[in-house]
């Protein structure tokens, strides 16, 4: 098998992310789905519309070239694959209790595929497809597509669209062209001047703390950042966003906060559905992060924001030399990713009824790969979900910045 050519943007990301792993810790890079089945399908209709999936995006049948750590290639995609089916028979017991397994199972990302995928039934009723995949493979856009693609293709196994589709490869070839490579001059000059800027400042540890994980639900703070995003004429991630660098702001004790923003490198009509890893972090300097009217901070975070994500797609490999060049630079205070979901939800998806008391629950981290202050937001028709993954700072401090950031948004949006 032929090496295809370099890693994307994306890809890479992934890899220096997991590259130094232990091999006990390497299915934390994994994701899973649950996508539930229209009543009545068949196992054959299911094998039939995921192969037709997997046939159309490359990602799903590349393999990769790691001999060399530092310089790492992905393969040719493969024209043959697996489609062999597990069935697994749930006997009543919620489908969410088969997940764990499957996704705590590495990838051998040098000889096989970075997905798996399981048909759960129930007395012998087709329920759910588990789609476990690594994050090489697929982000959580592309994990929508492919979900798109094979709800239509139960019913038209053509409805996966031609194939192939533009996989990472030809991505990789565009952003190592003259004008993919300015872009990428550009993002590493975008990260020097705001290191220059950066303050020193961190969350404080707590001893003993380890990695925690908690997430806030809540219905009310849906409708406030959508309150305070109309008037303030940004979007409400940009709203929660600014709540949340005010909370990490005032633990911290400063006005000028350095965050990590998670941006899905899909502003091209051309790359917008590609299926693979896109997302990479960049950094956005929050001024005036302790302000205290939000619609104000709002409209300065949007900025910042914008900034950030037109060099969301950079070399991780010049960054961290770049890094490297300038010891005692600051990390980033915290870390922010915002996901809206499709506003309908198939029967039986395990979206979580609409919230109206608003609750946190404590949750053992199935992965702590990444930032040590990670919020990830996802914005439904329930409300929003604020999950807080953190290494070292400890459940009293992850508690009080998620009421605070809950408060600070009820509060902005009863002054609108």
Not at 65 to 79: C, E, I, R
Not at 136 to 161: K, M, N, R, Y
Not at 356 to 385: H, K, M, N
Request: with cysteine; glycine share 8%.
């Amino acid at each position: 098998m032929s090496v295809a050519g370099p890693l994307s943007l994306g890809q890479l990301s992934v890899w220096h992310d997991i590259r130094d792993l232990p091999s006990a810790r390497w299915h934390e890079a994994n994701n899973a789905a649950l996508w539930a089945l229209p009543h009545g399908v068949g196992t054959e209709k299911v094998r039939t519309a995921l192969r037709a999936v997997v046939a159309r995006h490359p990602s799903l049948r590349t393999r990769y070239d790691l001999q060399d750590p530092g310089s790492p290639g992905q393969l040719t995609p493969d024209d043959d694959f697996s489609d062999s089916l597990l069935v697994v028979e749930t006997g009543g017991t919620p489908p969410g209790d088969f997940v764990t397994g499957p996704a705590s199972l590495r990838f051998r990302l040098g000889d096989e595929h970075g997905w798996r995928a399981a048909l759960l039934t129930r007395a012998g009723t087709a329920s759910h497809l588990l789609f476990v995949k690594h994050h090489i493979a697929a982000d959580a856009w592309a994990e929508e597509v492919l979900h798109q693609e094979f709800t239509g293709a139960l019913t038209d196994p053509s409805g996966a669209g031609p194939v192939p589709a533009p996989g990472p490869a030809e991505l990789a070839a565009d952003q190592f062209t003259p004008a993919g490579l300015r872009r990428q001059s550009a993002a590493l000059d975008h990260w020097d001047r705001l290191l220059d800027r950066a303050p020193p400042v961190a969350l404080p540890a707590t001893a003993g703390a380890g990695a925690v994980q908690t997430t806030l639900r809540s219905g009310p703070a849906r409708a406030a950042a959508r309150t305070v995003a109309a008037a303030a004429e940004v979007s409400p991630s940009s709203v929660v966003l600014a709540a949340y660098a005010r909370s990490v702001a005032r633990i911290c004790g400063t006005d000028s906060l350095l965050v990590q923003l998670m941006s899905a490198n899909r502003f091209s009509a051309r790359w917008k559905h590609v299926v693979t890893s896109m997302n990479q972090w960049v950094p956005a300097l929050i001024e005036g992060a302790r302000e205290d009217d939000l619609r104000k901070l709002a409209s300065a975070t949007h900025w910042s924001s914008l900034g950030a994500f037109r060099h969301g797609a950079h070399d991780v490999t010049a960054v961290a030399a770049l890094l490297a060049g300038r010891p005692g630079t600051p990390e980033p205070a915290c870390a922010f990713n915002y996901v809206p979901l499709p506003e309908r939800q198939p029967p039986d998806s395990g979206e979580p009824a609409r919230v109206d008391e608003p609750a946190i629950t404590w949750e053992e981290p199935f992965t702590s790969i990444g930032p040590r202050c990670y919020a990830r937001v996802q914005e439904s028709a329930s409300g929003l979900s604020v999950r807080l993954t953190a290494k070292d700072i400890g459940r009293e401090q992850c508690a009080e910045l998620l009421w605070d950031m809950h408060h600070t948004l009820l509060s902005a949006a009863g002054e609108c």
